[in-house]
């Protein structure tokens, strides 16, 4: 891709700390992300994120490179800096509405499955006694939040 070769060219000629570097990092990563290749358009907003950390269409692009990753946090966290940076930034406000219920179902699986694991391994060391976590009750107190246990036979 021609467009890609120029920055690529351009990135060579410019000094390290020229602050340019980070508008050719992230139109290359425009270019690859047009091509799909999702890997190169993180490194290099990543690269133009360390020249400029509030480069928004450096936050953008990467975001959509990693939600077609499936990554969701990656990419709601940052389409929630670009709103930080840009609080009336419309498309990434309509994405966050849209990927925070995903991001959400999905911290919701996890823990389901960590704590479905941390059941089997106290199950499997109960079980040398004799009990199992069946044999535990814990019962939230609506005031303060916490748990008490309590032991059932």
């Known amino acids: 891709d021609e467009a890609e070769e120029f920055y690529s060219q351009a990135l060579e000629a410019a000094p ?3 602050p340019q570097r980070a508008i050719y990092f992230a139109n290359r990563a425009a270019c690859f992300l047009a091509q799909e290749r999702y890997e190169d358009v993180i490194e290099d907003c990543r690269e133009a994120l360390e020249i400029n950390p509030s480069y928004v269409k450096a936050l953008t692009r990467r975001a959509q490179a990693l939600e ?3 990554d969701h946090e990656g ?6 800096k670009v709103l930080e940076l840009e609080p009336g930034h419309k498309t990434a406000s309509g994405d966050v509405q849209r990927l ?4 959400e179902k999905k911290r919701e699986e996890m823990k389901e499955e960590m704590l479905g ?3 089997d391994l106290g199950n499997t060391v109960l ?10 009750q814990a019962t939230k107190d609506p005031n ?3 748990y008490s246990i309590n032991f059932q036979q």
Do not use: C, H, M
Request: charged share 30%; net charge positive.
């Open 100 to 103: 925070e219920p995903i991001v």
């Open 68 to 70: 077609r990753k499936e």
């Open 144 to 146: 303060t939040g916490s």
């Open 16 to 18: 390290g700390s020229a």
């Open 117 to 119: 694991k941390l059941k």
């Open 75 to 80: 990419a709601l966290t940052d389409l929630q």
């Open 127 to 136: 079980g040398k006694f004799g009990l199992s976590l069946d044999n535990f």
